[in-house]
């Protein structure tokens, strides 16, 4: 598909669209970084932080009672950490950050209401689903980190990525142009079961995830090198899983390399190929080197972000067979 010429207030609706997207898979990142961290906590009220806009740096400069006085659920504090603070402090900045950089791609989606509501529409979901998720963040500190509820803020955080990815995948369409893709009925099928697996693998990360927090609880933070031993039954479905996923995928990208010349179609499937293979770095590295802290955050972002290229993939598969099927049909018409 190669992109030809469009109005400049695509242009910049577009630039803006995927600004925002590289943020919010930023904060993916970030977000792991303060869970993985034990930083969750490290502002215990919300919007604030130790009841001020710019959190402290040092302990002298909260009051003596700051445990009881921030105490959550009725249960003190733990010992003031600048880092654990700052780390939420700056997790709270990026969501903020993204919140005003959705909705100014928000407003320029509306040069689309004329020529295609749908773009405006599901950018108007993602505007609501980071508010949704604002709001959880703060449920999420109210709670001490029910993990439940950490649970449901990554899930919305997903639900703003497909949404900005169908809203640009539909500003693009005007300016494509397809090439065939043979064998799509076989490729499809594969590509879909690839993301349905994508999507189980997720939701077994996000078990094992919530394991991990009780493990950490219940045995400290100095022994990661023997959480993996305590995770049980749902670690090891999700390490098996992860072999399907990959033989899945490895059929999907070798087909489609022998099955279109489709340029954004072959780049999108090297994409998957990077992230897999990355995905499995850092799924080795947890499993085997005692779970190190860096691995955690990367090992969630490329999941999601393997997840979120499937979906676009699929996107452009539907294109690809529509647009055929439109000059096939013209052809049977005029013979």
């Known amino acids: 598909m190669r992109e030809v010429n469009s109005d400049p207030k695509g242009r910049r609706f577009r630039r803006m669209a995927l600004i925002t997207l590289g943020a919010v898979f930023f904060l993916f990142l970030v977000g792991s970084i303060v869970r993985t961290t034990g930083s969750g906590m490290g502002c215990p009220d919300w919007p604030k932080c130790f009841g001020e806009y710019i959190p402290p740096t040092d302990i002298s400069q909260l009051p003596s009672d700051y445990k009881t006085k921030f105490a959550v659920q009725g249960k003190e504090i733990a010992d003031f950490s600048a880092f654990k603070t700052w780390t939420e402090f700056i997790n709270r900045l990026v969501g903020a950050t993204i919140g005003i950089l959705i909705f100014i791609t928000l407003i320029f989606s509306t040069s689309y209401l004329k020529k295609d509501k749908v773009v405006f529409f599901f950018t108007l979901l993602a505007f609501f689903l980071i508010g949704f998720n604002a709001w959880l963040g703060s449920v999420v500190v109210a709670n001490n980190l029910k993990p439940v509820i950490i649970s449901g803020h990554m899930i919305g955080a997903i639900g703003v990525v497909l949404s900005l990815i169908y809203a640009l995948y539909r500003s693009y369409k005007p300016n494509w142009k397809a090439e065939e893709l043979k064998g799509y009925k076989k490729l499809n099928s594969f590509l879909l079961v690839a993301g349905v697996l994508s999507a189980i693998q997720i939701s077994l990360g996000i078990e094992v995830r919530e394991l991990v927090d009780v ?103 539907n294109f690809s067979q529509q647009k055929v099927s439109q000059v096939s049909n013209r052809v049977a018409e005029t013979v």
């Open 215 to 317: 493990v950490a609880e219940n045995m400290g933070t100095e022994n990661r090198n023997m959480w993996i031993e305590e995770l049980g039954v749902p670690f090891y479905i999700h390490r098996s899983f992860s072999i399907l996923l990959l033989i899945v995928n490895v059929l999907l990208i070798r087909g489609l390399f022998k099955n279109t010349n489709d340029q954004r179609i072959l780049v999108v499937a090297k994409a998957i190929g990077v992230l897999l293979f990355l995905e499995i770095a850092t799924g080795v590295a947890l499993t085997y080197l005692g779970m190190p802290k860096f691995a955690q955050p990367l090992h969630l972002l490329m999941a999601v972000m393997i997840l979120s290229a499937q979906f676009y993939m699929k996107l452009l598969f």
